[in-house]
């Protein structure tokens, strides 16, 4: 596959794969999982440790954390396609509200991106909501383009019936 740049790690943070530190999954979720009150849903998500643990992640070695003084303020990962070995889905990413705006995100990214050029991966998509301008402009910078585009409508109930 193609080769792409290597990430620009902010200094102060180091960035490991999950593969090469396992117990860094689980404090992923303790101390970025916040995050998820963040996103641009209709009500917030809802994730428990064993969730986290058995759907959130299917690749420890294309999960990435980024660490501070041995704190994770940063994670992405890939959710490897078992259908279509070429292909991987951006899995959870975030960055700590106070680490936001230090190019994190970007160099996290990055590295999945390195990662997934190194195994045969020629294609990876992601799905980010209106509302979550940051990380649809560190996806364009990256790269990303739209494809599919999916418009939620939700009306009040009960239904009016006409």
């Known amino acids: 596959m193609g080769k792409e740049t290597e ?4 200094p102060t943070v180091t960035i490991v794969s999950v593969a090469e530190r396992p117990e860094l ?3 992923a979720y303790h101390q970025v ?10 009500s917030t998500l809802q994730v428990s440790l064993e969730q986290w643990n058995r759907d959130w992640i299917n690749a420890p070695e294309a999960a990435f954390v980024a660490l501070a003084d041995d704190q994770v303020v940063g994670v992405a990962s890939l959710m490897l396609d078992s259908d279509q070995p070429s292909r991987a889905e951006n899995g959870y990413k975030a960055i700590r509200r106070e680490w936001r705006g230090r190019g994190i995100a970007t160099a996290l990214k990055r590295t999945t991106l390195v990662w997934a050029a ?16 940051d990380m649809r402009a560190v ?3 990256l ?10 409508v939700q009306p009040p109930l009960p ?3 006409i």
């Open 118 to 133: 190194g195994h045969d991966i020629a294609e990876i998509y992601t799905w980010t909501q209106t509302g979550n301008e």
């Open 33 to 42: 999982h916040d995050p998820f009150a963040d996103l641009a849903l209709t």
């Open 25 to 27: 999954w689980e404090q």
């Open 7 to 10: 990430p620009v790690v902010p």
């Open 139 to 141: 996806n364009e910078r």
């Open 143 to 152: 790269g990303y383009t739209n494809g599919s585009v999916s418009i939620r």
């Open 159 to 161: 239904l009016n019936q």
